[in-house]
């Protein structure tokens, strides 16, 4: 696996070099990363993770999942939700499995979270094929503003939302398969709400209020949960 990520790691330079000049202001494209602290198989890809958030077009996000608690470490970053959105995406493409590590690219591509050429081929995939969504996000002092265009006109109802994360994280874990193990978890998803649905039209403008301290992105996505169609940070 080791050898893997090294090779990754030579793809990742040439793939953004190739890349940041077209999607860091553009379209970012968000990565959903299913992981466990107590996952013996999670570690590379939290690793990967973190070189992945290197890229301004990239925005990847780390979502820790439950489900692993009872082998005998809990997950203090787990939630949930995060679950229940991971069985969403399962049963959006009539799946029974899910399972850590797994990345989900732009809502649309899942990929083994340790299968770096995998992952950058579905990022490449999800830059070249467009959307019919602008978005814009502004800081306006403790709001932020929300505006969006869709191509498309009135059609399905689209998701608004609004995804609170943490940069940085050391753990030390005690017990269970990674027992003895120091990890450090990156853009560490603490909230995850929907704000709104949007048709397409009229074109969207919404305020919402921004507290605490943590980093946040918004993001529009079709229902299932589906493509997603646009991400911008807050900054």
């Not at 929300?146 to 689209?158: E, F, I, K, N, T």
Request: hydrophobic share 40%; aromatic share 6%; proline share 8%.
């Amino acid at each position: 696996m080791r050898d893997a990520l090294k090779a990754a790691c030579g793809l990742w330079l040439a793939f953004a070099v190739a890349g940041q000049a077209q999607t860091a202001a553009d379209r970012p494209v968000v990565i959903e990363l299913y992981t466990s602290q107590g996952c013996s198989s999670c570690p590379p890809a939290d690793d990967f993770l973190a070189k992945l958030a290197a890229d301004p077009g990239v925005i990847p996000l780390a979502l820790h999942v439950d489900y692993w608690d009872y082998i005998g470490w809990e997950d203090h970053l787990a939630q949930p939700g995060f679950t229940a959105r991971q069985k969403a995406y399962a049963r959006a493409v009539r799946s029974r499995t899910i399972y850590t590590p797994q990345m989900i690219v732009n809502g649309g591509a899942r990929v083994e979270g340790n299968d770096p050429e995998a992952v950058l081929e579905a990022i490449r995939g999800a830059q070249g094929a467009g959307s019919p969504v602008t978005l814009e996000v502004t800081r306006e002092g403790g709001q932020i503003r929300v505006r969006a265009q869709s191509a498309d006109g009135p059609g399905l109802p689209m998701k608004v939302q609004l995804v609170r994360y943490r940069p940085e994280e050391t753990v030390n874990i005690e017990r269970g398969e990674n027992a003895g193990r120091t990890v450090t978890y990156r853009n560490i998803v603490t909230d995850w709400q929907p704000v709104a649905e949007w048709p397409g039209q009229p074109p969207l403008d919404l305020t919402l209020p921004l507290g605490g301290e943590d980093k946040a992105v918004v993001l529009i996505q079709r229902a299932g949960p589906a493509e997603i169609l646009a991400a911008q940070r807050v900054n």
